[in-house]
């Protein structure tokens, strides 16, 4: 049985990988995630089976151990951890990392994809539609030419030198 004064369990084959990871769990669902890898600490056979997965701080192997290593992502690229509670991040922006395009492509694609579909006479009937609204509404033809705004991008602008 895995405890906190036999350190040697794992090494004489008395405690299985599933008494491990269940124990792991059972600490990660009563543990604050800040104050994991402290508690994980308290037993020495955990720390020693958690030294098998791949990892940089205890918190990080207790993720591999529960959820496999997923470290590396579909393109071959070494992912960043971010917490126990969220797992791993991508591997860059989408500037440079194409698992992050992927899903920029799946969560915002549609909207670019109705777009390509429009002709340029519907595109040029939208952009004089929204000129007309601005026009109606605030006196110009878009939100920077209006009197009220005007004065804010100056006051930016000034902000920023």
Known sequence: MLT???PDAIIMGTVTEIEMIDKLM?????????FLSRKIKHYPELVKYLDSFHGSNLNEKAYNAIHGDSHICKYGNQMKFRSFTY???MCGNSGTCKCKRDIMAGEYGAISMAAKKRTSAEQAKINQKRRETCLEKY???NGKGTRVMIPNIKDISAGRK
């Open 4 to 6: 906190k004064t036999n």
């Open 26 to 34: 059972e600490i990660a669902e009563v543990t604050d995630p800040k």
């Open 87 to 89: 797992g791993y991040r």
């Open 139 to 141: 006196g110009a033809a």
